[in-house]
């Protein structure tokens, strides 16, 4: 297995085996560990039947290069970053996100809870090429399963404040955040109703999650709530509802969030980063706010280099992945939530009113095409028809054409001022890109 757009994920025992995950665990230790001088690893995971089986074989690969590991059981990827951070560890989360329970993935983090770059990535890959018979003592496995760090982590980022009166609906998509979520919110202070927090190991993201968010969405209107918010199956990213039911993207959340910190003087360099899949909407509200934007390829991982290198403090994903640079070294749906609600709270406005002020987003319509292999420079090869369409839409549309990270897929996505012309747009480039690569 190669690692993709956020670490290694395939079939769980088909795809992704124990022992690959065993020969990962050892490779990255020899890595990660000679580059940081730590001989500590901290592992946790999310709800899927298969986790524990590739946490076990995972834990005694770095066991078997002389670390000592800390297990952290069924816990968040964010919860598991803030521990490495804190620890000086290394970090790996077991979970294959927002897939569905028959997939398995794995994450790793360097020392100090920092997502892993290309090189360092092909250094590890490299290494599980040329593993040899371990010659040193193996190190230490015990298990550590307290919150309290990782709650009062989010919690500081009120700075004191309450969520007093404010009534959240919580769908834990039967995923690791289930126990610490509910948790963390009831201790802020919020009024808070749980659904999907009852795991079975094959429930997890089945109808329910960021990737479902008509779930939350319903119980919302069921609750009569302010708020509904949604995690992923490992919590690294969040997609809310307002209290209508309206579903509130990435997007929406990364504006109102850049808007708020700008007002409470915390938008560094008043700059925001984001992906190449972010909504021409937010570009324009921006730019009207008077905040730069810095765009990456897709992957918060690119979007996390991007905010290290410009010294930013904001950035994520229209998928829900949103970075607080000053306080997350990743992405965290939890800590996400935390501050919209804070921003009601503060400012006395309901979600909808924020998100409405905040931008517009305009149609966009995504079609994906499958093809025979992966077309990486499918951009440059379909230039031509791209331009054509570039020069239809003007200033008032936009046109991204890629190839997936994952799949022999072609991602077509348009933005225009109307569904139907983002929607011809795009199939008259699908059809292009099918009669060529299909």
């Known amino acids: 297995m190669k690692f993709g757009t956020d670490g290694v994920r395939g079939a769980a025992h088909t795809e992704l085996t124990a022992e690959f995950a065993l020969d990962l665990g050892r490779a990255a230790a020899r890595v990660l560990a000679t580059a940081s001088n730590t001989r500590l690893a901290v592992v946790g995971g999310d709800t899927r039947e298969s986790t524990p089986v590739f946490d076990a074989a995972l834990c005694t690969g770095f066991s078997a290069e002389g670390l000592e590991v800390v297990r952290l059981g069924v816990v968040p990827t964010p919860m598991v970053a803030f521990e490495a951070q804190r620890l000086g560890a290394l970090g790996a989360v077991v979970s294959a996100s927002h897939n569905p329970y028959g997939d398995n993935g794995i994450k790793l983090f360097a020392a100090g809870g920092v997502k892993l770059q290309d090189e360092v990535e092909q250094q590890i890959e490299a290494e599980l090429e040329r593993l040899t018979t371990p010659n040193g003592p193996a190190g230490l496995i015990r298990a550590s399963v307290d919150h309290e760090p990782y709650m009062n982590h989010v919690l500081a980022i009120l700075e004191g404040r309450r969520l007093t009166g404010v009534k959240v609906v919580l769908d834990a998509a039967n995923g690791a955040a289930y126990e610490v979520a509910p948790d963390v919110l009831r201790a802020a202070g919020a009024d808070v109703v749980v659904i999907a927090a009852e795991p079975d190991g094959r429930n997890i993201n089945k109808g329910c999650g960021a990737t479902a968010p008509e779930a939350v969405a319903a119980a919302v209107l069921e609750h009569g709530a302010d708020i509904g918010v949604a995690l992923d199956g490992d919590a690294d990213r969040l997609i809310a509802v307002d209290h209508n039911g309206a579903i ?191």
């Open 248 to 438: 509130v993207d990435g997007d929406h959340i990364i504006a109102i969030a850049a808007d708020d910190l700008r007002a409470l003087g915390q938008l560094r360099n008043d700059t925001v980063v984001v992906t190449v899949m972010t909504n021409l909407g937010f570009r324009l509200a921006m730019r009207d706010a008077g905040i730069d934007v810095v765009e990456t390829a897709v992957g918060d991982r690119y979007v996390l280099e991007a905010l290290a290198a410009g010294n930013h403090s904001l950035g994520g994903e229209q998928s829900g992945h949103v970075i607080f640079a000053d306080h997350a070294t990743t992405g965290d749906g939890l800590l996400t939530a935390v501050v919209l609600l804070d921003a009601m709270a503060r400012t006395g406005r309901s979600l909808a009113d924020l998100a409405a002020e905040a931008m517009t987003s305009l149609p966009q319509v995504l079609v994906n095409v499958r093809v025979a292999e992966r077309v990486p420079d499918v951009a440059d090869r379909l230039a031509d028809e791209i331009a054509l369409a570039e020069t239809s839409l003007g200033e008032t549309g936009r046109i991204l054409v890629r190839a997936s990270g994952t799949e022999p897929l072609i991602r077509v996505m348009v933005e225009a001022p109307t569904r139907e012309q983002a929607q011809q747009v795009a199939d008259d480039l699908a059809s292009h890109a099918r009669t060529r690569f299909a």
